[in-house]
């Protein structure tokens, strides 16, 4: 026995891997937006170099413009192209000058927030660092031109606004290598190799393009997330599986198969749930055994003398129909509904027949409450009748009351079953 249990457990583990292995179809992976254009504007710093110290660009007291293109590769890693302007002029105590850079990049770009789980404390803040090449041109108003290549690095801290829009702030710092040139424009330069530096701080906005509902940016396709999204999946299906595979009626068809959840402790039932009723009357066969035949009022047709009734009657009052209820409920159980077809059936195959509807309840209260229950008992089966074309003139009901098989304290739950009823007579 303990050989079985280890076996079944290597089993059930085994399957269970398989199924955490298999491909991302099944896994809640989000698809998202690639594209995106960055663009900005804010202040640009010079400190060098300068042909010589009469010269100088202040601090940050230039405009500087960015744009640029991002492709992102996945959520953590991406590739941008882009262009810098700015018109640096003299700064305090410094002789006059003007020169425009144009720097052009190409970077790689990281997503700090994705690779640092940003998501795990926020949706709305990200930080991307981005880094490359870049080449310069300065154009000064004196003549003198100079083309530099270098290095770019910086930080972009972003607020998302939307999901086609986020705000954001980049710092960003250029090493220039190879300049011959003065940043006023004036020659030589008074150094070289990266002693060439520009800095630039700009404010602006991201905008992304895309059919998808968010960018890789601010999406979350960690390996946290997608193994916590698909044990949440199992735990859910699993709760469902419990859910279906419960059985409210004991009768040992799961309630998902069970097309009678409400079947009577001890009927016995098909493969579907439903009450077997070999001769189709509306009872359950192991009810049917236990039924009293005093109830069948074969005197009824005897009585009758209306055309093309009495012909009819015996038939019908041979097998009376009863259509029986839950405990304390006016509500019919769900093996009886066949019972109410075959009464509107019958109603509507003789329209000259007039039937009465009289209604039980078991022995269980008071008679007062018993005769207000076995009168709305039969009042429902009325109403449902009525509702279906059937004349209200052709048909009656009354309550009847209380009915026992015997004697209280030997009645057995199938013979009080019987006893609440709704009872179909021809007058």
Do not use: C
Not at 86 to 108: R, Y
Not at 140 to 162: E, R, V
Not at 321 to 343: D, G
Request: proline share 3%; net charge negative.
């Amino acid at each position: 026995m303990k050989k079985i249990t280890l076996l079944t457990s290597f089993l059930f583990l085994f399957t269970f891997i398989v199924n955490a292995q298999e491909d991302t179809a099944d896994t809640p992976y989000t698809e998202y937006n690639k594209w995106s254009i960055d663009f900005g504007v804010g202040l640009l710093s010079t400190p060098k170099p300068f042909s010589s110290p009469q010269y100088n660009s202040g601090k940050f007291e230039d405009l500087v413009y960015n744009a640029s293109v991002r492709y992102m590769l996945n959520e953590k890693f991406g590739l941008r192209a882009g262009a810098i302007y700015s018109e640096i002029t003299e700064g305090d105590n410094s002789l006059p000058f003007s020169t425009d850079m144009w720097t052009f990049t190409g970077e790689g770009v990281l997503n700090l927030g994705a690779i640092l789980n940003f998501n795990d404390f926020t949706n709305r803040f990200n930080l991307l660092a981005h880094g490359g090449v870049q080449h310069s041109t300065f154009s000064s108003d004196i003549g003198g031109n100079d083309n530099a290549f270098g290095f770019i690095a910086g930080l972009t801290p972003q607020i998302k606004l939307s999901d086609k829009v986020a705000f954001n702030l980049d710092a960003s710092f250029l090493g220039n290598v190879s300049q011959q040139v003065g940043v006023d424009g004036n020659g030589p330069a008074g150094s070289r190799g990266f002693d060439g530096w520009v800095a630039n701080v700009t404010a602006g906005l991201s905008i992304y393009l895309g059919s998808e509902e968010k960018h890789a940016d601010w999406v979350d396709n960690s390996n946290e997330k997608l193994f916590g999204d698909r044990i949440a999946t199992l735990e859910n299906d699993l709760a469902k599986i419990e859910r279906d595979m419960l059985d409210t009626d004991k009768d040992g068809v799961p309630d998902y198969l069970d097309r009678e959840p409400n079947t009577l402790a001890g009927v016995a039932v098909n493969t579907k749930g439903e009450s077997v009723d070999a001769n189709q009357n509306g009872i359950p066969d192991e009810l049917e055994s236990t039924l009293n035949e005093t109830y069948v009022t074969k005197e009824y047709a005897l009585n009758m003398s209306q055309s093309g009734i009495a012909e009819v009657k015996p038939e019908a009052n041979d097998k009376i129909v009863n259509v029986y209820f839950r405990f304390n409920s006016t509500q019919p159980e769900f093996y009886s509904l066949e019972a109410i077809n075959k009464i509107v059936r019958y109603m509507k195959e003789y329209p000259k027949a007039e039937a009465v509807l009289t209604g039980y309840a078991d022995g269980i209260g008071g008679s007062d409450y018993n005769m207000k229950l076995s009168e709305d008992r039969a009042k429902k089966i009325y109403d449902i009748v009525i509702a279906s074309g059937i004349d209200a003139s052709r048909l009656s009901y009354q309550g009847g009351g209380s009915v026992n098989y015997g004697p209280e304290d030997n009645m057995i739950d199938e013979t009080r079953q019987l006893s609440r009823r709704v009872s179909f007579e021809l007058k």
